[in-house]
Nanobody, 127 residues
C-alpha cells in the first residue's frame, strides 16, 4: 500500500507563489508516475499536472501552463508542484496521486488511472 503525504500550501495573494510537495512513507515514489489534482468547493476534482518516474515527460492543465511546474527529486522521494502567478480560481484542495505501474512511460491525466491518493492540502489565493 502506497501512502502519499502532501505538504505545503496555505494562503497567498493573487500574483504570488506557493509550492506543494508529495512524498511517500515507504520511499518508493521514485518508481511511479505522480500527478497533482485539485478540487474546488462544489466542483469536480480536476487534473493539474503529472510527471513520469524519471521526469522526462510532464503534462499540464491548459490553464496552468506557464505558471505551474511539476518536478521530482527521486533521491529525496519527493514530487513538487511549484505554482506562480496564482489566481483566485486556483483556490482548491490539492491532491497528490500515484499510479501502480513501475517505470511507466505515460503521464496520465485521468483520475481513474491513479490508484493511490493523499489526503490533500489547501491552497487559497486571495484577490
Amino acid at each position: 500500500q502506497i501512502q502519499l503525504i502532501e505538504s505545503g500550501g496555505g494562503l497567498v495573494q493573487a500574483g504570488g507563489s506557493l509550492s506543494v510537495s508529495c512524498t511517500q512513507r515507504a520511499g518508493r515514489l521514485s518508481r511511479y508516475v505522480v500527478a497533482w489534482f485539485r478540487q474546488a468547493p462544489g466542483k469536480e476534482r480536476e487534473f493539474v499536472a503529472s510527471i513520469i518516474w524519471n521526469g522526462s515527460k510532464t503534462h499540464y492543465l491548459d490553464s496552468v501552463k506557464g505558471r505551474f511546474t511539476i518536478s521530482r527529486d527521486n533521491a529525496k522521494n519527493t514530487v513538487t508542484l511549484q505554482m506562480s502567478s496564482l489566481k483566485p480560481e486556483d483556490t482548491a484542495v490539492y491532491y497528490c496521486a500515484s499510479d501502480n505501474i513501475i517505470y511507466a512511460s505515460r503521464a496520465p491525466t485521468q483520475k481513474s488511472e491513479y490508484q493511490y491518493w493523499g489526503q490533500g492540502t489547501q491552497v487559497t489565493v486571495s484577490s
